[in-house]
């Protein structure tokens, strides 16, 4: 066969380098034609070959052959047969290619809601379920075809709702700074969440929105501790209900600062305290201003030894006192106005059974289910809630927040103390306008 040997030699030469480079390609088409492909859905190259489908191991889709494509295979190699996966060497160029037009992966939304719950400090409690919460909504068909800022804004709001549910307090434009995604498309994804499994999340209180401002402004211990206590006597004047609530918590930690130092701060006005910590001061914020100071000297006035009658500087000389003696102050105007009452009914019906029945209320301690003050649209009497009256047909009790008035903030339902309270107010406003 061969004339000599040199020619023996360069024959087996050529036919070993020919079987290896055969073998080689054999072998690189073959993990080609099983691995390594592109994932159309999640864009990550993890499709294997299952009983003649290519199915994505990281999004669970089934593609099939003319959708998959072996651009940008930027792996490094294959890391272990039965695992199937595929070491990516550069991430970010990967991502980059898809440039928003294919959605990114389950891995990405649950890396997302770990990175961010450490930052928030949240429970490993609050994530695991946060992390199922994400897994579940990852395939729903509203989710699953969205790019990739949507997956990242579903990542957050399940955080998010997580949160919310264990009693954390902070709101969505915070959050959105935090997570770096737009309050627009982060408040699309709870109202998802919120379809989806029905949930309900619980509305933030002035006291709770009180305690995270303060916080942020770097507000003193010792006059936030005073805001609350007037915020809450302002909630039970009837001044949080319909109101914005920042209007009355900036109001209350402006006379707590102010009393706070007196000496210090007298010269300071409300325009300038709240400049100097980045808020707008309008007409409103001078308002909820006066109506508190109104509150408090009106409690403070049962206060024998409160010094300063001038509406002015009373408040601010005696706000330690007034909130200290506060329930006493309370419980002298019940007498005051129970008497009043009952002189009044004697007059018109005699000695009624109903000022019998405040007096028990009284002396058995149950200050809840009588309360001095009115709210500011009755000015005479506060109507029970299941008391039955008849709606006008010019009032439309079901109107929506917005066309209450300009003075109703984007989140004013969580502060309103109830549908049916909100309802018979507005009975009430009818009535007193059919009487004048």
């Given at each position: 066969?061969?004339?000599?040997?040199?020619?023996?030699?360069?024959?087996?030469?050529?036919?070993?380098?020919?079987?290896l480079?055969?073998?080689?390609?054999?072998?690189?088409?073959?993990?080609?034609?099983?691995?390594?492909?592109?994932?159309?859905?999640?864009?990550?190259?993890?499709?294997?070959?299952?009983?003649?489908?290519?199915v994505?191991?990281?999004?669970?889709?089934?593609?099939?052959?003319?959708?998959?494509?072996?651009?940008?295979?930027?792996?490094?190699?294959?890391?272990?047969?039965?695992?199937?996966?595929?070491?990516?060497?550069?991430?970010k160029?990967?991502?980059?290619?898809?440039?928003?037009?294919?959605?990114?992966?389950?891995?990405?939304?649950?890396?997302?809601?770990?990175?961010?719950?450490?930052?928030?400090?949240?429970?490993?409690?609050?994530?695991?379920?946060?992390?199922?919460?994400?897994?579940?909504?990852?395939?729903?068909?509203?989710?699953?075809?969205?790019?990739?800022?949507?997956?990242?804004?579903?990542?957050?709001?399940?955080?998010?709702?997580?949160?919310?549910?264990?009693?954390?307090?902070?709101?969505?434009?915070?959050?959105?700074?935090?997570?770096?995604?737009?309050?627009?498309?982060?408040?699309?994804?709870?109202?998802?969440?919120?379809?989806?499994?029905?949930?309900?999340?619980?509305?933030?209180?002035?006291?709770?929105?009180?305690?995270?401002?303060?916080?942020?402004?770097?507000?003193?211990?010792?006059?936030?501790?005073?805001?609350?206590?007037?915020?809450?006597?302002?909630?039970?004047?009837?001044?949080?209900?319909?109101?914005?609530?920042?209007?009355?918590?900036?109001?209350?930690?402006?006379?707590?600062?102010?009393?706070?130092?007196?000496?210090?701060?007298?010269?300071?006005?409300?325009?300038?305290?709240?400049?100097?910590?980045?808020?707008?001061?309008?007409?409103?914020?001078?308002?909820?201003?006066?109506?508190?100071?109104?509150?408090?000297?009106?409690?403070?006035?049962?206060?024998?030894?409160?010094?300063?009658?001038?509406?002015k500087?009373?408040?601010?000389h005696?706000?330690?006192?007034?909130?200290?003696?506060?329930?006493?102050?309370?419980?002298?105007?019940?007498?005051?106005?129970?008497?009043?009452?009952?002189?009044?009914?004697?007059?018109?019906?005699?000695d009624?059974?109903?000022?019998?029945?405040?007096?028990?209320?009284?002396q058995?301690?149950?200050?809840e289910?009588?309360?001095?003050?009115?709210?500011?649209?009755?000015?005479?009497?506060?109507?029970?809630?299941?008391e039955?009256?008849?709606?006008?047909?010019?009032?439309?009790?079901?109107?929506?927040?917005?066309?209450?008035?300009s003075?109703?903030?984007?989140?004013?339902?969580?502060?309103?103390?109830?549908?049916?309270?909100?309802k018979?107010?507005?009975?009430?406003?009818?009535?007193?306008?059919?009487?004048?």
């Amino acid at each position: 066969m061969w004339r000599t040997p040199v020619q023996y030699i360069q024959a087996i030469k050529h036919t070993s380098v020919t079987r290896l480079f055969i073998g080689q390609s054999a072998t690189k088409r073959r993990m080609e034609s099983m691995i390594g492909g592109q994932c159309a859905m999640c864009g990550y190259n993890a499709l294997v070959k299952h009983d003649g489908y290519m199915v994505c191991e990281e999004c669970g889709t089934i593609s099939n052959e003319d959708m998959i494509t072996s651009e940008f295979q930027d792996y490094e190699g294959y890391q272990s047969a039965s695992q199937n996966k595929w070491i990516m060497n550069d991430k970010k160029k990967h991502l980059a290619h898809f440039d928003g037009k294919v959605p990114d992966g389950k891995r990405e939304g649950l890396s997302h809601i770990k990175i961010y719950s450490k930052l928030l400090t949240f429970s490993s409690d609050m994530v695991e379920r946060a992390e199922n919460m994400f897994s579940i909504l990852y395939k729903d068909e509203e989710v699953i075809h969205k790019v990739m800022e949507a997956k990242e804004a579903l990542s957050s709001a399940c955080l998010f709702v997580e949160g919310r549910k264990f009693g954390h307090v902070i709101s969505i434009k915070e959050f959105s700074k935090v997570t770096g995604v737009k309050v627009g498309l982060l408040v699309k994804a709870i109202n998802l969440i919120k379809r989806k499994f029905f949930i309900t999340l619980p509305k933030t209180t002035i006291s709770e929105m009180s305690v995270e401002i303060a916080f942020k402004n770097n507000i003193e211990p010792d006059v936030r501790r005073a805001a609350q206590e007037i915020i809450s006597l302002c909630d039970r004047a009837w001044l949080v209900t319909g109101r914005q609530p920042q209007k009355i918590i900036w109001a209350a930690f402006y006379i707590a600062v102010k009393s706070n130092s007196l000496d210090e701060n007298r010269k300071l006005t409300q325009t300038n305290f709240l400049k100097n910590h980045g808020q707008k001061f309008n007409v409103q914020d001078k308002e909820r201003l006066n109506e508190i100071l109104e509150i408090l000297k009106d409690i403070g006035d049962t206060i024998p030894w409160a010094s300063n009658k001038n509406k002015k500087d009373f408040v601010y000389h005696n706000l330690n006192d007034i909130l200290k003696y506060s329930k006493m102050a309370l419980m002298e105007k019940r007498m005051k106005f129970l008497r009043e009452m009952e002189n009044s009914q004697n007059i018109q019906n005699g000695d009624s059974d109903e000022s019998t029945c405040h007096k028990r209320k009284l002396q058995s301690g149950d200050e809840e289910n009588i309360d001095i003050f009115q709210p500011p649209i009755l000015k005479k009497v506060r109507l029970t809630v299941n008391e039955d009256r008849t709606i006008p047909p010019s009032i439309n009790v079901d109107c929506d927040i917005e066309d209450l008035g300009s003075d109703i903030d984007e989140e004013l339902d969580g502060y309103l103390r109830s549908p049916e309270e909100v309802k018979q107010m507005e009975i009430a406003r009818a009535l007193i306008i059919d009487k004048q």
